[in-house]
């Protein structure tokens, strides 16, 4: 059996019933005729009759006509049939000399039920037509008259509509899979809000116009397609309403609330039709049982509404075809309601994702950092890698990343409290050996099967050394100036979460102008090549990136870490991955001032005058009263309570630094001095005068820093 195609392609021969894009019936040079007589094929367009098995091949470019009342009579090379001739029936003509198959479904003998409200003279020769092909306007696709058509085609249709994952495709999935096979055009209403899960909706019930879908107007006659019986609107959206508000108790409240679909000729449809296309909408819907106006019921309640829509040229709809669009509004509505779990499911995580890593990256003294983060695939956006960069007191900064094993939600639960854990591990600027010894503590506490891979290292801009610790975690790859790249040797390592395992740390030169990069194993192991292989494919590609700008130049950080996931094939994306690059620009020493002072009363005084002389020399004496002021509160809080040397450095980069650094742990707290009160205004004027300040806890005592802009 031949059906129209459900997209607007140029179809295929030899298509099956069971292809939701069906076959198309050509039917070559149709005779015009008026839109308002009944639509006859000529003779010579009727398809011939199939050849019973022995009877003689049919001559090129003849036909058989089946005969009602007279006799027939066959003409040399061709084959007549008739009602009692051949048994089983009439059928769609094939080639003669083909041989039959044997497995090919034969139509059953008796004609199609006729219509309701037709003649009962007709209904055996309207069969008959129907089965010849003839009596269908041109162009049109042949019904489906048999049980086994429609199964195949609800098969077929429920499997497109299957295959969507959100919304959007399962309404596509729906409007393809029925225009032009089962209906002419289509118009798909959802809920508005739809409700997600046991969610009971509050507010009344609107419906709002998802989707719609038609033949052409124009279709290509050397194809098979004919020009379109009447003019009709391209966009069945532009003339009906948009939004349609349901009124509880009326009639369109009552066909949903039924479920099952109804043609559009019977009374309750005929007064719910004008509620959703409209009352004021020029759009008028087919008589004759050429409309069915289907329900969408979820698993809990009614999501929308499906209108099936054909042509009055066109046969009609019969009793079975509602069978037909029950199971295609049942189909599209699960579908749909699974399509919004998905969408809530994919939104959760999506926002847990996004709080558990960094929106951005600090903008540390001395070092620019670049990241990016690519899930393992988009049905599976969470996942265990995060990463980090932390301030440290003295302008230095943490760089961390880390995996948690697993791709779930629970992965990414335990990545957000490691990764809290490391920020406060970070904050108490413990050695990075002694911040992955806490983390694996943690990650025991936990639970026992709570493991990941981790590396910690801190990087000092003004000694241009950098500090790592490993815990199982992929070796760094470090980019030189000249291009050359290497591997760092660092110690991997048990993973986090093993236990009683003691992490080593290593101390290399982070040169000025190179780039550090860290990164999950997702960027280098996958199922095509084992991680060492990634590894140095990866050494490689920043070794070739480097060369495109020269040994004096290092390239973008932006372009370089677009680089290196353009390295990833088709079957490299099996695990998520993350990517953090610094390039260390440091501090020259020629930026940096730096003295000892003796807890004693002098040391204000002798703090006031290296700042003045340091300024001096930067050129920088428009900061000098602040700076002296803001360096004799600090320097007085220090030594008063200090028992060993405090510490002053100044450092000069974007903006002018001032950290002093005493062995005494408390931090300072900033209050409201009373009136009376001889003290208590120290951190009340730093925190007035100074760009940012604060107070970091160390492991020997504490730092307190201030930040002026230059002028």
């Not at 049109?140 to 299957?162: N, Q, Y």
């Not at 990016?372 to 007191?393: F, K």
């Not at 300072?668 to 205004?681: F, I, M, V």
Request: proline letters at 10%; hydrophobic letters at 40%.
């Amino acid at each position: 059996m031949t059906e129209h195609p459900t997209s607007h392609e140029r179809p295929q021969p030899g298509a099956s019933p069971a292809d939701p894009r069906g076959a198309l019936l050509r039917t070559p040079e149709a005779l015009p005729m008026p839109a308002t007589e009944p639509l006859q094929l000529p003779p010579s367009a009727a398809l011939p009759a199939q050849a019973r098995t022995g009877d003689a091949p049919s001559e090129p470019g003849t036909t058989a006509c089946a005969m009602s009342s007279q006799g027939a009579s066959s003409g040399p090379g061709t084959s007549a049939t008739s009602d009692t001739s051949a048994p089983g029936g009439p059928e769609h003509s094939q080639p003669a000399a083909t041989e039959p198959d044997p497995h090919r479904p034969r139509p059953a003998p008796e004609s199609i039920p006729a219509q309701p409200g037709a003649e009962q003279s007709s209904g055996a020769s309207d069969g008959q037509e129907r089965r010849l092909g003839q009596g269908l306007p041109p162009g049109s696709p042949m019904p489906m008259r048999r049980d086994g058509d429609r199964l195949r085609f609800v098969g077929a249709a429920t499997r497109r509509i299957a295959r969507g994952i959100d919304l959007d495709e399962i309404v596509m999935g729906l409007c393809r899979a029925t225009v032009p096979t089962f209906s002419d055009a289509i118009l798909v209403y959802l809920r508005e809000p739809l409700p997600v899960g046991d969610e009971r909706p509050v507010g009344p019930l609107v419906l709002r116009l998802r989707r719609t879908d038609r033949i052409p107007a124009e279709r290509d006659t050397e194809n098979g397609f004919m020009p379109a019986v009447q003019q009709e609107p391209a966009d069945l959206s532009a003339v009906t309403a948009e939004l349609c508000e349901v009124r509880p108790g009326g009639a369109l409240a009552e066909v949903l609330r039924g479920v099952r679909p109804v043609f559009a000729d019977a009374p309750a449809a005929r007064a719910a039709l004008p509620e959703l296309i409209g009352e004021d909408s020029p759009f008028t819907v087919p008589t004759g049982q050429r409309a069915i106006l289907a329900p969408l019921r979820g698993r809990r309640r009614v999501i929308g509404a499906a209108l099936f829509l054909r042509r009055p040229e066109r046969m009609a709809f019969e009793q079975d075809d509602l069978l037909v669009a029950a199971q295609l509004a049942t189909h599209s509505a699960l579908g749909i309601d699974k399509a919004v779990l998905y969408g809530r499911e994919a939104y959760i995580a999506d926002e847990l994702q996004r709080t558990m890593l960094p929106e951005t990256l600090p903008r540390p003294t001395g070092v620019r950092l670049a990241h990016r983060y690519l899930p393992a695939a988009e049905t599976a956006r969470v996942g265990g890698d995060w990463y980090d960069a932390i301030p440290l007191p003295g302008s230095r900064v943490a760089l961390v990343v880390g995996d948690v094993m697993g791709h779930s939600m629970t992965s990414a639960a335990i990545m957000g409290q490691l990764r809290t854990t490391a920020q406060t591990l970070a904050g108490l600027d413990l050695p990075p050996q002694e911040v992955l010894h806490h983390l694996d503590e943690q990650a025991q506490r936990l639970g026992t099967d709570r493991m990941a891979t981790c590396l910690y290292a801190v990087y000092d801009p003004v000694s241009h050394r950098i500090t790592i610790a490993n815990a199982g975690h992929p070796p760094p790859v470090l980019l030189h100036l000249g291009g050359r790249a290497e591997v760092l040797r660092v110690p991997p390592g048990a993973p986090i979460g093993v236990g009683g395992v003691d992490f080593e740390a290593v101390e290399l030169d982070a040169p000025a102008g190179a780039t550090l990069l860290l990164y999950t194993d997702g960027l280098v192991e996958s199922r095509l090549r084992d991680v060492w292989t990634g590894i140095e494919q990866l050494r490689e590609k920043l070794a070739a990136t480097a060369q495109l700008t020269g040994p004096d130049h290092p390239p973008p950080l932006e372009a370089l870490c677009d680089e290196v996931l353009d390295m990833l094939g088709p079957g490299d994306r099996d695990d998520d991955i993350a990517l953090l690059a610094a390039r260390f620009d440091g501090i020259a020493p020629s930026d940096v001032a730096y003295w000892f002072l003796e807890p004693e009363e002098m040391a204000p005084g002798r703090a006031r005058r290296l700042a003045r002389h340091a300024l001096s020399r930067w050129g920088l004496e428009d900061l000098t009263d602040s700076v002296e002021l803001l360096i004799s509160e600090v320097v007085t809080n220090a030594v008063r309570y200090a028992s060993r040397p405090v510490t002053l450095r100044l450092l000069r980069t974007d903006v002018l630094r001032c950290e002093v650094t005493d062995d005494v742990p408390q931090l300072p707290r900033l209050r409201q001095a009373r009136a009376t009160d001889e003290g208590g205004r120290g951190l009340y004027l730093v925190n007035k005068l100074a760009r940012r300040w604060g107070a970091t806890r160390l492991s020997t005592g504490k730092v307190v820093w201030f930040e002026l802009n230059r002028a």
